[in-house]
Structures are given as C-alpha cells and as structure tokens.
C-alpha cells in the first residue's frame, strides 16, 4: 500500500471521521478517503476495487450486517482478505458479536473463512472469496 493505495476510512459518525482527518492531516498521511457512509451503502467506493477490509469493533453497530457483508464482497477485489476483530457477545453482556452467527453471514455471502479463534474476551476471523 505505502504512498500509492488508498484507504477509505468509512463511517456515519461525522465527529469520528473529522477526528480521522485531523490526525491523518497531522501524520501528513494523505491518502485517506473518510467518507461518511453506512457500512450497507458503501456507494461512492468502486466495485473490485479493495484489497483489504476490517471490521474492527464495529459489526455489532451496523443494523443489517447481512447487506453490509453482501456489499462488501461487491466492493472487495477477488484476491482480497476480510479482517473482522470483535467482542464475544457472550462475554460483554450482549454487547458483541457471535464468532458462528458472522461466520455463517460470511460463508453465505461468497466468503470463505480463512482464519477463525475465539479468545478469552474477543474472537478475530480472517474471510475471503470463496
């Protein structure tokens, strides 16, 4: 990636992405789209176009995660890898996701997990195209 990619930092949080800019400004990183957006719509981002993505703490936030998967496999390339690293629901009081209930939404969206384990408060599963 270095320089010549491209990230698209994406949320619905404008507060989030202003900080994102801040901090990319002061880094002197300049290439980062933030761009506010669900992780179900995902318009602006061209189809084939992602390397890699993740989910970092953020699954259990997006109401209909089935499409957020189903557009996310539009918008990932076909040598790309998913990252999603996630509580236990489980272990935070509901507060999470189930490692089996998102594998299952992957699986049946084109994915293939690659990598899936359970820790002690956090599950990490690493998903690619079937």
Do not use: C
Not at 15 to 30: D, E, F, P, T
């Amino acid at each position: 990636m270095g320089d010549e990619g491209l990230v698209y930092a994406v949320d619905v949080s404008d507060y989030y992405l202003m900080r994102l800019r801040k901090k990319a400004a002061k880094l002197g990183i300049k290439n980062i789209d933030a761009m506010r957006t669900s992780a179900e719509e995902l318009d602006e981002v061209p189809d084939n176009s992602i390397d890699r993505a993740s989910f970092t703490l953020s699954l259990y936030y997006i109401g209909d995660k089935a499409q957020a998967i189903t557009r996310l496999r539009q918008k990932l390339n076909n040598d790309g890898l998913v990252m999603v690293y996630e509580p236990i629901a489980s272990r935070f009081l509901g507060h999470g996701t189930e490692t089996s209930v998102i594998t299952a939404l992957f699986t049946a969206r084109g994915f293939e997990p690659q990598f899936v384990k359970r820790g002690l408060l956090f599950w990490t599963g690493l998903y690619s195209p079937a």
